[in-house]
């Protein structure tokens, strides 16, 4: 035990021997050589950390301290082993790319669009679009359906494109635009509301059918088509509006001989079971109100007007394969035994907002103007 004791003294003596030279060799007077030794009490931290592979600094460590580490085999071959600590390297950033100039649109633009001051802002109804797929319920003329619930026979050999009525002199009024229900108005969409004189009515001519009247007329005109349009609202009394619509057709009928063509112009409403108002849009251009044709059958020469209906809409379906609904074939008048060439037109639904309704009836203007044979100038 003696023996072991000596040993281990002597071993801790040389131990401290070392130390104090490893620490002391560099330095030149008394000062340095405690400073050297005071700073070397930060050995067995730097051996604790060095063994964990933490060397904090790298391999920047002093003369002495390497002699110390030199002492120990184990920690000496670990040290020798880690790599030298790199400064991190930066990650690559995405370079941002010098704008480029954007070739400029010289397509050019129609001069008179069919868009032209619309900027059809949302009107929050929801929409569907009326697509019949099936001859079922319907009399089918080519691309043409017809839903009859007259309960009339219909010769679908006379729906061949042609119509009795024909535009006369062009220095004379041609169409009469009238409007049997000229307060029906649409959704507007927010900062652009009416004043309401009933459900989805207003008096303002400006937001009503009246309106929309005026924009059918215009497209007329710009082929060549006389047009004169009846800007009276019939139905502030409901229940009498046909009564005082057909006074004013047959006022202007009898004043002008030259008109062959009368265009009562409406809009529809369809509505579920909490009173929800939807709108109907084309699905091809879901800004347009779809379209749709409703015909009476109460008199006798109906059919020449049914031919003209089916005329018309087979003519826009060409371009415009869903913006009409099908066409509608009623046990009632809607005085259009007044002339055999007459429509009602319901342009879109309460739902629709009014820039979709303009926008479908000009649509529906130019379309009719081609089915009778005019040409734009």
């Given at each position: 035990m003696k023996k072991f004791l000596r040993r281990s003294g002597a071993a801790l003596l040389a131990a401290c021997t070392v130390w104090v030279v490893a620490a002391t060799v560099e330095s030149r007077s008394l000062p340095a050589a405690a400073e050297a030794m005071r700073e070397s009490f930060q050995l067995p931290k730097a051996l604790v950390q060095l063994e964990l592979g933490d060397v904090l600094g790298g391999r920047d460590m002093s003369l002495s301290t390497l002699l110390a580490l030199q002492q120990s085999p184990l920690l000496w071959a670990a040290y020798g082993t880690l790599p030298a600590q790199k400064e991190p390297t930066p990650e690559p950033q995405p370079e941002t790319p010098e704008p480029q100039p954007q070739p400029e649109d010289n397509t050019p633009q129609p001069e008179?669009?069919?868009?032209?001051?619309l900027t059809f802002a949302d009107n929050g109804s929801p929409s569907q679009t009326v697509i019949p797929t099936a001859s079922k319920s319907y009399t089918v003329a080519g691309s043409v359906f017809i839903k009859n619930s007259a309960g009339r026979s219909i010769d679908t050999a006379l729906l061949d494109g042609?119509?009795?009525?024909?535009?006369?002199?062009?220095?004379?009024?041609?169409?009469?635009?009238i409007h049997t229900h000229g307060s029906e108005a649409y959704t507007m969409p927010a900062g652009e509301e009416y004043t309401p004189s009933g459900s989805y009515r207003t008096a303002d001519t400006e937001k009503n059918m009246i309106r929309v009247g005026d924009e059918i007329a215009a497209v007329l005109s710009q082929y060549g088509i006389s047009v004169l349009h009846d800007r009276q609202i019939h139905d502030s009394d409901y229940n009498s509006a046909y009564g005082k619509s057909r006074s004013s057709a047959a006022a202007y009928l009898e004043k002008y001989p030259s008109l062959s063509f009368v265009l009562d112009i409406h809009r529809d409403a369809i509505s579920d079971a909490d009173g929800r108002q939807y709108k109907v849009v084309s699905k091809e251009d879901p800004h347009a109100a779809q379209l749709s044709i409703v015909m009476g059958s109460n008199y006798g020469a109906w059919m020449d007007n049914l031919r003209l209906a089916a005329a018309v809409q087979a003519n826009l379906l060409k371009d415009h394969p869903t913006l009409m609904r099908p066409i509608i074939l009623r046990p009632y008048g809607y005085n259009q035994g007044l002339c055999n060439?007459?429509?009602?037109?319901e342009v879109g639904a309460a739902g629709n907002s009014l820039d979709e309704a303009i926008y479908s009836a000009r649509l529906f203007a130019v379309g009719f103007a081609e089915t009778l044979g005019?040409?734009?100038?």
């Amino acid at each position: 035990m003696k023996k072991f004791l000596r040993r281990s003294g002597a071993a801790l003596l040389a131990a401290c021997t070392v130390w104090v030279v490893a620490a002391t060799v560099e330095s030149r007077s008394l000062p340095a050589a405690a400073e050297a030794m005071r700073e070397s009490f930060q050995l067995p931290k730097a051996l604790v950390q060095l063994e964990l592979g933490d060397v904090l600094g790298g391999r920047d460590m002093s003369l002495s301290t390497l002699l110390a580490l030199q002492q120990s085999p184990l920690l000496w071959a670990a040290y020798g082993t880690l790599p030298a600590q790199k400064e991190p390297t930066p990650e690559p950033q995405p370079e941002t790319p010098e704008p480029q100039p954007q070739p400029e649109d010289n397509t050019p633009q129609p001069e008179n669009s069919l868009t032209e001051g619309l900027t059809f802002a949302d009107n929050g109804s929801p929409s569907q679009t009326v697509i019949p797929t099936a001859s079922k319920s319907y009399t089918v003329a080519g691309s043409v359906f017809i839903k009859n619930s007259a309960g009339r026979s219909i010769d679908t050999a006379l729906l061949d494109g042609t119509f009795p009525a024909k535009l006369g002199d062009s220095t004379q009024p041609q169409v009469l635009i009238i409007h049997t229900h000229g307060s029906e108005a649409y959704t507007m969409p927010a900062g652009e509301e009416y004043t309401p004189s009933g459900s989805y009515r207003t008096a303002d001519t400006e937001k009503n059918m009246i309106r929309v009247g005026d924009e059918i007329a215009a497209v007329l005109s710009q082929y060549g088509i006389s047009v004169l349009h009846d800007r009276q609202i019939h139905d502030s009394d409901y229940n009498s509006a046909y009564g005082k619509s057909r006074s004013s057709a047959a006022a202007y009928l009898e004043k002008y001989p030259s008109l062959s063509f009368v265009l009562d112009i409406h809009r529809d409403a369809i509505s579920d079971a909490d009173g929800r108002q939807y709108k109907v849009v084309s699905k091809e251009d879901p800004h347009a109100a779809q379209l749709s044709i409703v015909m009476g059958s109460n008199y006798g020469a109906w059919m020449d007007n049914l031919r003209l209906a089916a005329a018309v809409q087979a003519n826009l379906l060409k371009d415009h394969p869903t913006l009409m609904r099908p066409i509608i074939l009623r046990p009632y008048g809607y005085n259009q035994g007044l002339c055999n060439g007459s429509l009602l037109v319901e342009v879109g639904a309460a739902g629709n907002s009014l820039d979709e309704a303009i926008y479908s009836a000009r649509l529906f203007a130019v379309g009719f103007a081609e089915t009778l044979g005019a040409e734009k100038s």
